[in-house]
């Protein structure tokens, strides 16, 4: 359990700040209507952005402990 929360909880926090920079930087109606997509809106964008963020902390914190710990 102890791991978990140790992998999930910074991802986490990585997520939230990728995300404030995201939607900061990026205007997500201009590069999604400049390909001619329709998406429900930027809240589904965003959300969309935060799950991938946090995805990607989530395997680059499993992988650090992963490697921290490596199989005898």
């Known amino acids: 359990m102890q791991k978990a929360v140790a992998i999930l909880w910074p991802s986490f926090l990585v997520a939230g700040v990728a995300t404030i920079l995201f939607s ?9 209507h400049g390909l001619g997509l329709e998406v429900a809106g930027r809240l589904a964008i965003y959300s969309i ?6 995805l990607m902390g ?3 914190a499993g992988l650090t ?3 921290l710990n490596p199989l005898k």
């Open 65 to 67: 402990c992963f490697f």
């Open 49 to 54: 952005a935060w799950l991938g963020f946090w």
């Open 58 to 60: 989530i395997v680059t």
């Open 24 to 32: 900061t930087l990026i205007d997500p109606d201009i590069l999604i």
